[in-house]
């Protein structure tokens, strides 16, 4: 995919937007839609991902797209016509669509590594804002970014869709539970058949890497299994299956592997890999203890004695599965007030945001640009977002 960079603007400007809807108590506020109104949106990024989202939106009772902003033309006169009942109005410049549209609620679905650029001046103006998962590519601007959430009074959801996922959900409830006892090990492997393309995915201030950009799906999964305790360290190693030149700017990892260690030596070993043959793509996220084991791709347990139980549903090869249901749970908490904390929050992706930045800094050093093998602790990240 090629996504084009936002061109960098000053985004600080706090006017405040004018409120179409309910105001809880005061402008300061987040603004509410009445439940017998519709949900008045707006759309900033409109390629890939954003255009997916949006042709799910269109189809969401109860909603109206106002507005869609790209820097691209067509990319805004594309997304006019899949939103056209709507007769939304087209932006190049996403501070204008801000000012001049009265909105609800602000999709984001720009390259990762304008997140922050793009979802700050939504909080700053207490417009409710779904952005795109990882929440950045550096950790500076992440920081900014879990700062202005912190401090917004809207709903700041992102989008790692498996929390709104049927079969993760209730996998994940069942081990919480504490019926099976302490977790031992912990699993994952995401491979795909394609080699790394151009675009901003392979640039690493745009995508961050691989493991940053896609994998974070599964940073995010067993970080929530561990009840979003942050590892204590991480080794990897990792490198490009093609030659480049030496000189050549910083692209992506195209496999990986890493090892994880969360509190109670818990282990996470993941592997990433965009080359292989057809039969052998896969995703297999596991979890283990000293009896028993849970597949959370399956979400089905096994037992000794060979005996299984089916948790909840097969998400298969459906990687995308519980994307309607987040788009819909954004709605109806910008149509109830914004009184539900998100279930993909600023704080839960915070942590696995941060745990892509730790296994990218276990295989490499970006600023040399060499992939180079190391022990990373958490606190070596440099996070000033703390809790």
């Not at 309910?22 to 987040?30: D, E, F, M, Q, V």
């Not at 869609?68 to 899949?82: F, G, K, S, Y």
């Not at 679905?109 to 700050?120: C, L, P």
């Not at 692209?251 to 890493?258: I, N, P, W």
Request: glycine letters at 10%.
């Amino acid at each position: 995919m090629n996504r084009s960079n936002l061109a960098r603007r000053a985004f600080l400007r706090k006017t405040a937007v004018g409120a179409s809807a309910l105001a809880l108590g005061s402008a300061a506020k987040a603004r509410a839609a009445a439940r017998s109104d519709e949900v008045v949106l707006g759309f900033i990024g409109c390629g890939g991902r954003g255009s997916t989202l949006l042709q799910k939106i269109v189809r969401t009772e109860g909603v109206r797209v106002a507005a869609v902003c790209d820097l691209r033309t067509e990319r805004v006169a594309a997304a006019q016509e899949t939103a056209r009942r709507f007769s939304p109005k087209g932006y190049t410049n996403f501070e204008e669509m801000l000012d001049k549209e009265k909105l609800d609620g602000v999709i984001v679905a720009t390259e990762v590594g304008n997140h922050a650029k793009t979802a700050i001046p939504v909080l700053e103006r207490n417009i409710h804002c779904f952005c795109e998962k990882p929440l950045e590519t550096t950790v500076e601007r992440m920081d900014a970014f879990v700062r202005a959430a912190r401090k917004s009074k809207a709903i700041c959801q992102i989008g790692f869709q498996r929390h709104y996922n049927d079969g993760y959900v209730k996998a994940i409830e069942k081990i919480h539970s504490g019926d099976l006892g302490k977790i031992a090990f912990l699993q994952g492997q995401w491979s795909w058949v394609w080699e790394i393309g151009g675009g901003w995915v392979a640039d690493m201030d745009l995508g961050g890497g691989e493991l940053v950009e896609q994998a974070g799906h599964h940073m995010d999964v067993m970080a929530w299994v561990m009840k979003y305790q942050h590892p204590i360290d991480c080794v990897a190693m990792a490198n490009i299956s093609r030659e480049i030149p030496a000189d050549s700017k910083p692209t992506s990892e195209d496999h990986a592997g890493l090892l994880f260690r969360f509190p109670g030596n818990v282990i996470f070993s993941y592997t990433h890999l965009f080359f292989c043959p057809e039969p052998f793509q896969l995703e297999r996220m596991l979890v283990y203890g000293q009896t028993w084991g849970i597949d959370l791709v399956k979400s089905e347990l096994y037992l000794k004695g060979n005996k299984t139980e089916r948790l909840g549903e097969d998400s298969g090869t459906d990687w995308g599965k519980g994307t309607n249901e987040e788009l819909e749970a954004f709605v109806e908490n910008i149509r109830s007030g914004g009184k539900e904390k998100p279930r993909s929050n600023i704080e839960t992706a915070r942590i696995a945001t941060l745990m892509c930045f730790m296994g990218r800094a276990a295989f490499r050093d970006v600023k040399s640009n060499k992939f180079e093998p190391r022990l990373v602790k958490w606190e070596d990240l440099g996070s000033t977002t703390e809790p």
